[in-house]
């Protein structure tokens, strides 16, 4: 039987696989399947799918739509890291 933190862990495992989006503020692992990338948290938080960055009127905060995709990753890497408020 996993324990609560090996259970997150394997559920970070398969959001990253995906390329699913953790909420910047509340953590809840989002999936979108259709639209565009602005996403609106059950928490109240918007942010950008694609990079997990805070937005405001449909902008992200950290401008990803030109960034490499080498820095794309580097900004989603912390998506998946099991906090230890968790």
Not at 9 to 29: D, H, M, S, Y
């Amino acid at each position: 039987m996993l324990d609560k933190d090996e259970y997150i862990e394997k559920t970070l495992k398969v959001a990253k696989r995906n390329a699913w989006t953790r909420c910047p503020r509340c953590q809840c692992i989002i999936e979108k399947t259709q639209g565009c990338i602005s996403m609106h948290c059950i928490c109240g938080t918007s942010f950008c799918y694609r990079c997990g960055g805070i937005q405001t009127n449909h902008g992200c905060y950290n401008r990803c739509e030109g960034l490499s995709n080498e820095k794309l990753v580097t900004l989603r890497k912390s998506m998946f890291i099991l906090s230890d408020e968790n």
